[in-house]
């Protein structure tokens, strides 16, 4: 991959329990077994903590440093503290390399092209009508859009759709 391309983001977004990790866990291998690498990045409007109370990792934060970095014979993880909420080519451009695409979930008003995850017993309409950036809906009983829609199983026809517009 060339490493001053940059790397394409597709959103997967909707409302709470509409299933949009468990799409993102379909999709992943699909695009790993067409042979592609694949990132992602998961946005949380209420904080996390990746750390549990006692380990070292969390001691050393509680005793003062801004960047933590845990390392292991098979990964690596950074916890450092922010003064903003980055947005998704912020956090691109910081810490994703040599991959071939990012899924992102929970970024419901980015500008990145979004595949929305809907339900229709949550009786919610799309939180993407006439948004620009919508590609695709996948879900039961689709609303009346104008872009493609899935049914949540098509896995295949979603990752074409992800291949033939951003990886080809």
Same mark, same amino acid.
């Given at each position: 991959?060339?490493?001053?391309?940059?790397?394409?983001?597709?959103?997967?977004?909707?409302e709470?329990?509409?299933?949009? $990790?468990?799409?993102?866990?379909?999709?992943?291998?699909?695009? $790993?077994?067409?042979?592609?690498?694949?990132?992602?990045?998961?946005?949380?409007?209420?904080?996390?903590?990746?750390?549990?109370?006692?380990?070292?990792?969390?001691r050393?934060?509680?005793?003062?440093?801004? $960047?933590?970095?845990?390392?292991?014979?098979?990964?690596?993880a950074?916890?450092?503290?922010?003064?903003?909420?980055?947005?998704?080519?912020?956090?691109?451009?910081?810490?994703?390399?040599?991959?071939?695409?990012?899924?992102?979930?929970?970024?419901?008003?980015?500008?990145?092209?979004?595949?929305?995850?809907?339900?229709?017993?949550?009786?919610?309409?799309?939180?993407?009508?006439?948004?620009?950036?919508?590609?695709?809906?996948?879900?039961?009983?689709?609303?009346?859009v104008?872009?493609?829609?899935?049914?949540?199983?098509?896995?295949?026809?979603?990752?074409?759709?992800?291949?033939?517009?951003?990886?080809?």
């Amino acid at each position: 991959m060339d490493v001053h391309k940059t790397i394409p983001v597709v959103s997967i977004v909707g409302e709470s329990d509409t299933g949009k $990790t468990t799409l993102i866990e379909k999709i992943i291998p699909e695009l $790993t077994r067409r042979g592609y690498q694949v990132a992602t990045i998961k946005h949380d409007v209420h904080g996390f903590e990746m750390d549990r109370e006692g380990k070292d990792s969390w001691r050393h934060k509680q005793a003062g440093a801004s $960047t933590t970095v845990l390392s292991s014979p098979w990964r690596v993880a950074v916890v450092t503290d922010v003064e903003k909420d980055h947005d998704i080519a912020e956090l691109r451009d910081m810490y994703i390399r040599s991959v071939d695409i990012i899924l992102t979930e929970g970024f419901k008003k980015n500008r990145h092209p979004k595949i929305e995850v809907f339900r229709s017993d949550l009786k919610y309409d799309i939180i993407s009508r006439g948004d620009e950036n919508l590609i695709g809906v996948v879900g039961d009983k689709p609303p009346d859009v104008n872009v493609p829609c899935f049914d949540r199983n098509d896995v295949r026809g979603i990752v074409d759709l992800i291949e033939n517009s951003f990886l080809r």
